[in-house]
């Protein structure tokens, strides 16, 4: 087998990294004013410095910066567009091999007209790019993320009394980020989708129906918002989305296999890539990936960033083999099944064992493909 020649990789990962305890200690401080803004970044570039360098040494091609200037994963690009705010938080009973976490996320409401005021990512962009001889990965959340937690409730009525206007001014403000990035030399990014993952899970589908949803026209719904948010995308850039079922402190919220949303997830989707978890049963079997056409690629996350322990090789390189039995082998790569911090709070795990996770998931690819 080759390399993949351009993103995905054959060894990728999801994005976050555990934050370094000199980054955490000054975003406290720069909360409680004793630092300004300016100084919390010089913080931040330092830390991007070392995490850059850190997947370097491992051997990965593709390069995050560890999502070290973010609280969430969605909510600090999402409050930067127009028409956004935080309001709150819901109750989300989040759940782990041990027991359970409560946790009330903030929730984004929409007040206003939805706008692309400003480039929200390209300084970021432009940093990362300069401190890295790779390929340099944005990753920001997916348009849904606007829709799906709260419903038609955290849409303002006198905005939009018509939710395909809603809809079409995400799906524009998007397309003006990702002209941006285009434009600055991005040609990889990825978007993160709780949902399309939660219309997995049968409690959150019901959910869905409750909010006055239809579970399964969402997903539809959905690819459509996307499609439209990346269509236009500059020449050469790669668009990958990933599914996620909740990551926090090592927990997670809903489970389900994709059999509910693959046939649109794969054919519907005008991605190029897919992040798939598949660290533990909660997500089911590889039999969905029969949806996938030529020409998509699919990183299986096979490898936990939410456990301590290490996984065998033998184990990653059987259950390649099974999803290979649905989707040609050229068509898979490896990754961890999610990031290691989605949020500043950090998984139960070990930097230590990051840094040992990400170099099984590099010496895995490069036994079965033969490269990255």
Known sequence: MTSLHRAPFRADHVGSFL????LLEAREQRQNGQITAEQLRTVEDAAIRDVVKFQEDIGLQGITDGEYRRTYFHIDFLEQLQGVETKGGIQVSFRKADGTVDFSPPVMQVTGKIGHARPIQLADFEFLKSVT???PKV???SPTMLHFRGGRGAISQSAYPDLDLFYADVAAAYRDELD???KAGCRYVQMDDTNLAYLCDDKMREGARQR???PDELPRRYARLINAAIAGKPEGMTTAVHLCRGNFKSAWAAEGGYEPVAEVL???LAVDAYFLEYDDAR????????????????????VSTKLGSLESKDDIRRRIDM???????????????????????????????????????????TEVWGSL
């Open 139 to 141: 990753t920001i959340p």
């Open 283 to 302: 997500s089911g079997d590889f039999a969905p990936l029969r949806h996938v056409p030529k020409g998509k690629t699919v990183v299986l996350g096979l």
């Open 180 to 182: 941006s990035l285009g």
């Open 266 to 268: 794969f054919n519907e």
């Open 212 to 214: 006055g949803d239809d």
């Open 133 to 135: 001889t790779r390929v």
């Open 323 to 365: 999803a290979a039995k649905y989707v040609p082998l050229e068509q898979l790569a490896l990754s961890p099944q999610c990031g290691f911090s989605s949020t500043v709070h950090g998984n139960d795990i070990a930097v230590d064992m990051q840094r040992a996770k990400l170099r099984l998931c590099v010496e895995v690819a």
């Open 19 to 22: 934050r370094p305890k000199v």
